[in-house]
């Protein structure tokens, strides 16, 4: 049994910073990729940001420069930082990882989403 466990999320104002965290827990031999998705009402989900097994971002243009994904392997976690925040990154976040059981099982994990709105 592998669970993501996502927290930090929130009320703020425009223009302010929240720090997501998402850690990994259960039956885990190795981590390889993680992200965050999010979904604002009546969208699709989209993906935000991504981080390899090696540490290599990607991120969507829409947070480029105001947002930074980062992760600790000891801890099987990554975060979100979110700074600059605008009314448009109110959502669902989503933490998402591909990872290796110790079972020798290949999973795609979810986890159960923290609502971000931005607000004044």
């Known amino acids: 049994q592998v669970q993501l466990v996502e927290s930090g999320g929130g009320l703020v104002q425009p223009g302010g910073s929240l720090r997501l965290s998402c850690a990994a827990s259960?039956?885990?031999?190795?981590?390889?990729?993680m992200a965050w998705y999010r979904q604002a009402p009546e969208k699709q989900r989209e993906l935000v940001a991504v981080?390899?097994?090696?540490?290599?971002?990607n991120l969507v243009d829409s947070v480029k420069g105001r947002f930074t994904i980062s992760r600790d392997h000891a801890k099987n976690t990554v975060y979100l930082q979110m700074n600059s925040l605008k009314p448009e990154d109110t959502a669902v976040y989503y933490c998402?990882?591909?990872?290796?059981?110790?079972?020798?099982?290949?999973?795609?994990?979810w986890g159960q989403g923290t609502l971000v709105t931005v607000s004044s």
């Open positions: 981080i390899s097994s090696g540490s290599s971002t």
């Open positions: 259960g039956s885990i031999f190795n981590i390889y990729r």
């Open positions: 998402n990882a591909d990872l290796m059981t110790t079972g020798w099982s290949y999973l795609e994990v």
